[in-house]
Protein backbone atom coordinates (compact mmCIF):
# COMPACT_ATOMS: atom_id res chain seq x y z
CA UNK A 1 0.00 0.00 0.00
CA UNK A 2 1.09 3.64 -0.44
CA UNK A 3 0.73 6.51 0.74
CA UNK A 4 1.59 10.48 -0.70
CA UNK A 5 1.09 12.57 2.62
CA UNK A 6 1.08 16.40 1.45
CA UNK A 7 2.05 18.51 4.30
CA UNK A 8 3.08 22.18 4.90
CA UNK A 9 5.52 20.97 7.67
CA UNK A 10 6.50 17.20 6.27
CA UNK A 11 9.19 17.25 8.94
CA UNK A 12 7.06 16.63 11.79
CA UNK A 13 5.85 13.35 10.25
CA UNK A 14 9.80 12.01 9.47
CA UNK A 15 9.48 10.37 13.61
CA UNK A 16 6.13 8.61 13.66
CA UNK A 17 6.60 6.82 10.61
CA UNK A 18 10.77 5.87 11.35
CA UNK A 19 10.37 3.38 13.94
CA UNK A 20 8.68 0.38 15.44
CA UNK A 21 5.37 -1.44 13.36
CA UNK A 22 5.64 1.09 10.57
CA UNK A 23 8.93 1.39 10.24
CA UNK A 24 9.41 -2.54 9.65
CA UNK A 25 6.17 -2.17 7.44
CA UNK A 26 8.23 -0.37 4.93
CA UNK A 27 10.78 -2.37 5.50
CA UNK A 28 8.96 -5.42 4.18
CA UNK A 29 7.97 -3.88 1.32
CA UNK A 30 4.36 -4.11 2.40
CA UNK A 31 3.83 -0.05 2.46
CA UNK A 32 5.22 3.14 0.33
CA UNK A 33 5.04 6.32 2.67
CA UNK A 34 6.28 9.69 0.77
CA UNK A 35 5.84 12.88 2.17
CA UNK A 36 5.44 16.09 0.17
CA UNK A 37 5.95 19.41 0.90
CA UNK A 38 3.55 21.85 0.24
CA UNK A 39 5.65 24.60 -0.15
CA UNK A 40 7.62 23.04 -3.36
CA UNK A 41 4.32 24.07 -5.25
CA UNK A 42 3.92 27.85 -3.52
CA UNK A 43 2.84 30.51 -5.91
CA UNK A 44 5.89 32.62 -5.57
CA UNK A 45 9.04 32.23 -4.35
CA UNK A 46 8.51 33.39 -1.02
CA UNK A 47 6.81 29.69 -0.73
CA UNK A 48 3.63 31.35 -0.06
CA UNK A 49 0.71 28.79 -0.02
CA UNK A 50 -1.98 30.70 2.28
CA UNK A 51 -3.84 33.54 2.11
CA UNK A 52 -6.46 35.37 3.68
CA UNK A 53 -10.35 34.75 3.78
CA UNK A 54 -12.63 36.09 1.71
CA UNK A 55 -15.24 37.91 3.61
CA UNK A 56 -12.44 38.65 6.43
CA UNK A 57 -11.60 36.87 9.75
CA UNK A 58 -9.26 35.79 11.28
CA UNK A 59 -6.53 33.49 10.81
CA UNK A 60 -5.46 32.37 6.86
CA UNK A 61 -6.61 29.54 4.66
CA UNK A 62 -4.67 26.85 2.39
CA UNK A 63 -4.68 27.69 -1.30
CA UNK A 64 -6.18 25.92 -4.19
CA UNK A 65 -3.89 26.34 -6.25
CA UNK A 66 -0.74 25.00 -4.70
CA UNK A 67 -2.66 22.02 -3.60
CA UNK A 68 -4.34 21.67 -7.04
CA UNK A 69 -0.54 21.67 -8.37
CA UNK A 70 0.81 18.78 -5.79
CA UNK A 71 -2.39 16.67 -6.47
CA UNK A 72 -2.25 17.26 -10.09
CA UNK A 73 1.53 15.87 -10.12
CA UNK A 74 0.70 12.66 -8.24
CA UNK A 75 -2.19 11.54 -10.10
CA UNK A 76 0.01 12.12 -13.39
CA UNK A 77 1.65 9.22 -11.95
CA UNK A 78 -0.72 6.76 -10.47
CA UNK A 79 -4.38 6.28 -10.30
CA UNK A 80 -5.43 7.34 -6.57
CA UNK A 81 -8.37 5.27 -4.96
CA UNK A 82 -8.73 8.29 -1.83
CA UNK A 83 -7.71 11.03 -1.21
CA UNK A 84 -8.55 11.57 2.41
CA UNK A 85 -8.76 15.52 3.88
CA UNK A 86 -8.08 15.48 7.66
CA UNK A 87 -10.02 18.20 9.40
CA UNK A 88 -11.97 18.15 12.41
CA UNK A 89 -15.46 18.39 10.64
CA UNK A 90 -15.21 15.09 9.28
CA UNK A 91 -15.84 11.96 9.50
CA UNK A 92 -14.28 10.40 13.32
CA UNK A 93 -12.07 7.72 12.85
CA UNK A 94 -13.17 4.35 13.90
CA UNK A 95 -11.87 0.95 13.40
CA UNK A 96 -14.09 -0.01 10.45
CA UNK A 97 -12.88 3.17 8.82
CA UNK A 98 -9.44 1.69 9.33
CA UNK A 99 -10.23 -1.97 7.81
CA UNK A 100 -12.28 -0.30 4.64
CA UNK A 101 -9.04 1.95 3.92
CA UNK A 102 -6.36 -1.15 4.51
CA UNK A 103 -7.89 -2.44 1.53
CA UNK A 104 -6.98 0.41 -0.87
CA UNK A 105 -3.52 0.41 -2.70
CA UNK A 106 -3.00 3.89 -3.61
CA UNK A 107 -3.59 6.81 -1.00
CA UNK A 108 -3.49 10.92 -0.39
CA UNK A 109 -3.57 12.23 2.53
CA UNK A 110 -4.40 16.07 2.58
CA UNK A 111 -2.97 17.67 5.81
CA UNK A 112 -4.88 20.93 6.60
CA UNK A 113 -3.55 23.54 8.25
CA UNK A 114 -4.23 27.51 9.91
CA UNK A 115 -7.90 28.03 9.07
CA UNK A 116 -8.22 25.25 6.51
CA UNK A 117 -8.14 24.67 2.66
CA UNK A 118 -10.19 26.42 0.61
CA UNK A 119 -13.67 25.00 -0.15
CA UNK A 120 -12.82 24.33 -3.29
CA UNK A 121 -10.36 22.03 -2.60
CA UNK A 122 -12.96 19.71 -1.18
CA UNK A 123 -15.19 20.00 -3.82
CA UNK A 124 -12.70 19.07 -6.55
CA UNK A 125 -10.63 16.76 -4.86
CA UNK A 126 -11.30 15.28 -1.68
CA UNK A 127 -12.97 11.79 -1.44
CA UNK A 128 -13.17 11.22 2.20
CA UNK A 129 -12.90 13.25 4.87
CA UNK A 130 -11.37 12.24 8.37
CA UNK A 131 -10.84 13.95 12.14
CA UNK A 132 -9.63 11.94 14.78
CA UNK A 133 -11.55 13.59 17.67
CA UNK A 134 -13.68 16.34 18.68
CA UNK A 135 -10.94 18.69 19.15
CA UNK A 136 -8.85 21.05 17.14
CA UNK A 137 -4.85 20.60 16.29
CA UNK A 138 -2.12 22.77 14.81
CA UNK A 139 -2.30 20.73 12.47
CA UNK A 140 -3.37 17.71 10.24
CA UNK A 141 0.25 15.79 10.48
CA UNK A 142 -0.54 14.47 13.72
CA UNK A 143 -3.88 12.71 12.46
CA UNK A 144 -2.37 11.77 9.34
CA UNK A 145 0.19 9.72 11.48
CA UNK A 146 -2.56 8.57 13.40
CA UNK A 147 -4.87 7.04 10.61
CA UNK A 148 -2.07 5.77 8.76
CA UNK A 149 -0.11 4.12 11.64
CA UNK A 150 -4.26 2.59 12.27
CA UNK A 151 -4.06 1.28 8.80
CA UNK A 152 -1.14 -0.36 8.32
CA UNK A 153 -0.64 -2.09 11.61
CA UNK A 154 -3.91 -4.17 10.20
CA UNK A 155 -2.16 -4.67 6.62
CA UNK A 156 -1.60 -8.27 5.98
CA UNK A 157 2.32 -9.24 6.89
CA UNK A 158 2.69 -6.17 8.95
CA UNK A 159 2.25 -7.85 12.15
CA UNK A 160 4.24 -11.05 12.92
CA UNK A 161 1.24 -12.45 14.49
CA UNK A 162 -2.00 -11.11 11.89
CA UNK A 163 -4.47 -12.34 14.91
CA UNK A 164 -2.88 -9.92 16.89
CA UNK A 165 -4.70 -7.22 15.00
CA UNK A 166 -7.60 -9.53 15.21
CA UNK A 167 -8.39 -9.12 18.37
CA UNK A 168 -7.77 -5.54 18.96
CA UNK A 169 -10.03 -3.45 21.08
CA UNK A 170 -13.28 -2.72 18.82
CA UNK A 171 -12.74 -5.35 15.96
CA UNK A 172 -15.37 -7.02 16.90
CA UNK A 173 -17.49 -3.88 19.40
CA UNK A 174 -15.72 -4.43 22.35
CA UNK A 175 -13.35 -3.34 23.89
CA UNK A 176 -10.04 -5.57 24.71
CA UNK A 177 -10.22 -8.05 27.52
CA UNK A 178 -7.93 -7.53 30.99
CA UNK A 179 -3.93 -8.99 29.57
CA UNK A 180 -1.22 -10.46 32.00
CA UNK A 181 2.53 -11.77 31.64
CA UNK A 182 5.07 -12.90 33.89
CA UNK A 183 5.39 -12.73 36.99
CA UNK A 184 1.95 -14.84 38.01
CA UNK A 185 1.82 -12.82 41.18
CA UNK A 186 3.29 -9.62 41.69
CA UNK A 187 3.27 -7.83 45.24
CA UNK A 188 -0.01 -9.79 46.20
CA UNK A 189 -1.31 -8.87 42.86
CA UNK A 190 -2.37 -12.78 41.03
CA UNK A 191 -2.92 -13.74 37.54
CA UNK A 192 -6.18 -15.38 37.58
CA UNK A 193 -6.21 -18.99 37.62
CA UNK A 194 -8.23 -19.72 34.53
CA UNK A 195 -5.35 -17.91 31.95
CA UNK A 196 -2.69 -20.53 33.57
CA UNK A 197 -5.23 -23.30 33.03
CA UNK A 198 -4.85 -24.18 29.64
CA UNK A 199 -7.98 -24.63 28.87
CA UNK A 200 -8.15 -22.83 25.65
CA UNK A 201 -12.22 -22.79 25.40
CA UNK A 202 -12.42 -21.80 29.19
CA UNK A 203 -10.42 -19.13 28.75
CA UNK A 204 -11.80 -17.73 25.37
CA UNK A 205 -15.06 -17.53 27.00
CA UNK A 206 -13.39 -15.36 30.08
CA UNK A 207 -12.25 -13.05 28.04
CA UNK A 208 -15.25 -12.60 25.92
CA UNK A 209 -16.92 -12.12 29.11
CA UNK A 210 -14.50 -9.52 30.38
CA UNK A 211 -14.43 -7.87 27.13
CA UNK A 212 -18.24 -7.53 27.55
CA UNK A 213 -18.02 -6.46 31.02
CA UNK A 214 -14.89 -4.02 30.31
CA UNK A 215 -17.01 -2.26 27.59
CA UNK A 216 -20.59 -2.19 29.61
CA UNK A 217 -18.24 -0.12 32.01
CA UNK A 218 -16.41 1.94 29.98
CA UNK A 219 -18.27 2.58 26.48
CA UNK A 220 -21.89 1.05 27.05
CA UNK A 221 -22.22 3.44 23.86
CA UNK A 222 -20.82 0.33 21.88
CA UNK A 223 -23.28 -2.01 23.34
CA UNK A 224 -26.31 0.29 22.85
CA UNK A 225 -27.25 0.61 26.35
Request: hydrophobic letters at 40%.
Amino acid sequence: MRFDIISCQPDLLESPFSHSIVKRAQQKGLVEIHLHDLRKYAINKYGQIDDYAFGGGAGMVMMVEPIDKCISALQAERTYDAIIYMTPDGKTLNQTIANQFSLLQNVIILCGHYKGVDERVRQRFVTHEVSIGDYVLSGGELGAAVLADAIIRIIPGVLNDESSALTDSFQDGLLAPPVYTRPAEYKGMKVPDILMSGDSPKIEAWRFEQAVERTRQRRPDLLGE
